[in-house]
């Protein structure tokens, strides 16, 4: 069973940054695409990061140019730094495998605010 365990939230100013890590256990993380999702109170969970084995990544408009998703797979470890921050990203944070969901973590709070 893999197991996911997201850090590196906070609350910031708009404009400001932050990098998300997400421990991964498992020896298929290397080969497995992975993804960071977010929840906003009363929204449904939605993916803003994928990134393939080889390292292709893919973001939709709503954090495109902002967010960049990286892995290291020698640290089993999948990151996401997150530029220009908007009030409207605040979410609890979570990491997973897009194509063959495993557990949630508990996720990491972001707070965007002034």
């Known amino acids: 069973q893999v197991q996911f365990v997201e850090s590196g939230g906070g609350s910031v100013q708009p404009g400001g940054s932050l990098r998300l890590s997400c421990a991964a256990s498992?020896?298929?993380?290397?080969?497995?695409?992975m993804g960071w999702y977010r929840q906003a109170p009363g929204k449904q969970r939605e993916l803003v990061a994928t990134?393939?084995?080889?390292?292709?990544?893919n973001y939709p408009d709503s954090v495109k140019g902002r967010f960049t998703i990286s892995r290291d797979n020698a640290k089993n470890t999948v990151y996401l730094q997150m530029n220009s921050l908007k009030p409207e990203d605040t979410a609890v944070y979570y990491c997973?495998?897009?194509?063959?969901?495993?557990?949630w973590g508990r996720g990491t709070q972001v707070t965007v605010s002034s």
């Open positions: 997973n495998r897009p194509f063959s969901l495993g557990a």
């Open positions: 990134i393939t084995s080889g390292g292709n990544t």
């Open positions: 498992g020896s298929i993380f290397s080969i497995a695409a």
